[in-house]
C-alpha cells in the first residue's frame, strides 16, 4: 500500500516537472511583438508596422500596421506593455499616444500633444506611467509631457531649450537626441550633439513641471564628439554613450546623479581615417555580458564589446548590416537573435547571435520596410 502511494506520488511530481519543463521551453520560444517606426515615405512606408517575431526560428511575419502619421520615427513601450509612444518627426514636432493590444498588435490612436520643438527624435515614458520624455533635434530643447489614466497625453507641458555649440559645422546649435531615464526615475540624462554635453535633470514626477537641473547640471565630452545615445548597464551604475561623429564610446561610473567618465573606445576599425563615421545605435545583451554599437556612414557596421564585472569594455568582434545607414537595432529578449533597421537600403536584416561569444552570424532572413528608424520589441500576451 505505501509502496503504491509512493508510486502515485514520483508519478504526480515528475508530471508537474515535465509540465513545468514545458511551460519554461514555451515561455522562451513564446512569439513576439515587433513594433517598427518609420520615416513615411510615398509607396515605402505609412507609419508604425507591426510584425511577428518567432524566436524559435527568427521569422518576421507582418500583423498590423497604423498609417496617418507622418514620420513616426522614435517608439517607446509603457511599462505595463499597454501603451505605445511616437514622435512625428516633422519641423512643427507633435508626441503621439497609442493604446495597444500585445495580444492583436493592434494600436489604437488616443491622442497628439506638441514635443516643443522641431524634429523630435526621441520620446521615453516613465515606469509610472506619469510623464513622457521627449528630445528635440532641431529645435534644440527637450520636453516632458503628462499622461493621464487612460494614457493619453496632457496639455499642460514643461519645455527646456538649450543654448549652445561646438566645433563643427553641425554643431552650430544644440541638438538634443536622447532623453534617456535613470534606472529608479530620479534623474533624466538628455544627450546633447550639438554642446557636446550630457545635461542631467532631477525628476519629480508629483510636480507638474518634474524636471529641474541636477546637483551636476552636466557633463561635457571632448569637442567634436557629438553626444547620441545612452544605454545603461542593469545596475544602473555605469552609463555607456555613443558619440556620433567620432564613433567613440564613452563609459561613465554613475551615482546619485552625477557621471564620472572612466573609459573610451573608440568603434570604427584601424584604416577608417576619413571614411564617414555616423555612429548612431548603442545596446546590451539580455545578460549584460556584451554591449553592441552601429556605425553608419561609409561602415555600415554592428561593432561588438565584451562587458567585465566593473563596466570595462574590450573588443570582441564586428559585423556588416548588410545594407546602408543602421539607424537602429534590437535583440530580443532570448538573446537569440538581432535585428538591424538599415534605413537607406528599407531592410531589416536578421541575424544569429552567438551567447557565449557575443558575435554576430547572417541568417538569410530579411523582411522589406521602407525607411526603417526603430526597432522595439513587446511581447505578445
Not at 316 to 322: E, F, M
Request: proline share 6%; net charge positive.
Amino acid at each position: 500500500m505505501i509502496n503504491q502511494r509512493f508510486m502515485k506520488i514520483c508519478t504526480t511530481l515528475l508530471l508537474m516537472t515535465s509540465l513545468f519543463s514545458v511551460a519554461m521551453a514555451q515561455s522562451k520560444t513564446a512569439s513576439l511583438n515587433l513594433l517598427v517606426g518609420t520615416y513615411t515615405q510615398p509607396g515605402k512606408s505609412e507609419g508604425i508596422y507591426v510584425y511577428n517575431f518567432n524566436p524559435a526560428t527568427g521569422e518576421l511575419t507582418p500583423k498590423t500596421e497604423m498609417k496617418g502619421i507622418k514620420n513616426p520615427t522614435f517608439l517607446a513601450v509603457s511599462k505595463d506593455k499597454k501603451f505605445v509612444y511616437a514622435v512625428s518627426e516633422t519641423s512643427e514636432g507633435t508626441v503621439n499616444a497609442y493604446s495597444f493590444d500585445p495580444k492583436t498588435g493592434q494600436l489604437m490612436f488616443l491622442n497628439s500633444a506638441t514635443s516643443g520643438g522641431g524634429g523630435p527624435c526621441y520620446v521615453a515614458v516613465d515606469d509610472k506611467r506619469k510623464f513622457v520624455y521627449t528630445g528635440n533635434y532641431g529645435g534644440g530643447s527637450l520636453t516632458a509631457i503628462p499622461l493621464k489614466s487612460d494614457g493619453s497625453l496632457g496639455s499642460d507641458v514643461q519645455t527646456i531649450s538649450h543654448e549652445g555649440k561646438s566645433v563643427k559645422p553641425n554643431q552650430e546649435k544644440s541638438h538634443v537626441h536622447a532623453t534617456v531615464l535613470s534606472k529608479d526615475n530620479r534623474y533624466l540624462f538628455v544627450s546633447d550633439l550639438g554642446t557636446d554635453k550630457i545635461n542631467i535633470y532631477k525628476v519629480d514626477a508629483s510636480k507638474n513641471k518634474p524636471l529641474a537641473p541636477g546637483p551636476m547640471p552636466y557633463v561635457s565630452v571632448d569637442p567634436g564628439n557629438g553626444p547620441r545615445h545612452l544605454a545603461l548597464d542593469s545596475s544602473g551604475k555605469t552609463v555607456f554613450l555613443i558619440q556620433e561623429m567620432t564613433g567613440v564610446i564613452t563609459a561613465f561610473t554613475y551615482e546619485n546623479g552625477a557621471l564620472t567618465p572612466k573609459q573610451s573606445i573608440t568603434l570604427p576599425a584601424e584604416g577608417s581615417a576619413g571614411k564617414k563615421i555616423d555612429a548612431a545605435d548603442i545596446h546590451f545583451s539580455p545578460d549584460g555580458k556584451f554591449l553592441y554599437g552601429s556605425l553608419r556612414g561609409d561602415i555600415n557596421e554592428i561593432v561588438i564589446y565584451t562587458v567585465d564585472n566593473t563596466g570595462l569594455l574590450s573588443y570582441a568582434g564586428r559585423q556588416s548590416t548588410l545594407g546602408k545607414t543602421p539607424r537602429n537595432f534590437a535583440i530580443d529578449p532570448s538573446g537569440n537573435y538581432l535585428l538591424v533597421a538599415n534605413q537607406n537600403t528599407d531592410d531589416i536584416v536578421i541575424f544569429k547571435r552567438d551567447q557565449k561569444t557575443g558575435l554576430l552570424t547572417p541568417t538569410g532572413k530579411k523582411v522589406s520596410v521602407g525607411a526603417p528608424v526603430c526597432l522595439l520589441f513587446v511581447p505578445a500576451k
